[in-house]
């Protein structure tokens, strides 16, 4: 929806559109969706989502370098090690520092290196996380940890409903990795559920690890990057390029211009959109925002800029998700306001 108004709810959209396409999306998030007109409908534990989402943000800027986050040194001196340590406990941990679980005493402190401790620490809290012995019943879901032993750990990045599982992992070998297992085998022999919190709908801060201090060439050469990794996870789930992909320097070009949130515009393509599959025909071929307004842009930059320029104007006071979203999807049922939040926090997290 947007500024113009909630002429056309998202639900109508979805139903008007629902028979054109269906659009299924897994995004790296460890949740199943389907975009359809704009509402993705998420069918995944909520509560590993976010360290999944850190996890494949970091998988994916190393692939994107080349560097593949190659000796885990950001890992490990973030741990407090001056010198190399085997690092997947290390990566882990990180991940979850940047989700607030270890300040918030949800994982075990900073400076945990050894699987056997980070084992003994959910083994003397057993109110912080549930264990799994690897025989073949239990399916892993999204933000457990696997565990070889006392040998090697990693993040599940998702469960695939047929006894079959992906991860995460720092130092494997050396390096992050990305990995596809079977349950019951492969060398794993538990893994820790842990006591993750619900989440309140929209408490995700924007602007959040974003500096405007730098230049605008080096603003986008952070961003551009960050956002077309992100529509790129999108194409490999579509099975075809969205409209939206490759536009990363545009969308960090209009943000560091207007002072927004990069990652808030191609966040709301998505949930409006799927990215530019379906616009809203009636307000422009290039509205990929459900602004629900005369939208006359003439190509993909053009449209970009306007959004944010339009999320610069008319948003600029709110600090979280939850209160936008209020706003860019007035006229909803609240059901369906914290499910668009909900899904923009997501997108948001793994960019």
Known sequence: MGEGASTFPISAKAAALLAALLLPAMLSLGVAGAVAGGMAQAAAGAGGDQIVAVARAEYDRGEADGTHNAGGQKYWSWSGFGSRVEWCVCFVEWCAGQCGLVESGLFPPQGTASCSSVIAWFQEHPEKGTFHDNDGSYEPKAGDLALNGTEHIGIVERGNGDKTFTTLEGNSPDKTSNWAYTCGGSGWTMFITPAYPAGAMGSGALMEGVDFTMTEAAFVREWGPRIDAFYERYNQAAG???????????????????????RLSPAISINESGGGRVCWQRYGAYDAWGWAADFPAANWPDAIEMHVEGLARGYSEFTDVGSLAHKYASGEPEENIQEWARHLEEYMASM
């Open 240 to 262: 075809t390029a969205v409209p939206l992909s490759g536009y990363g320097d545009d969308f960090a070009r209009s943000a560091y211009r207007h002072k927004v949130d990069p």
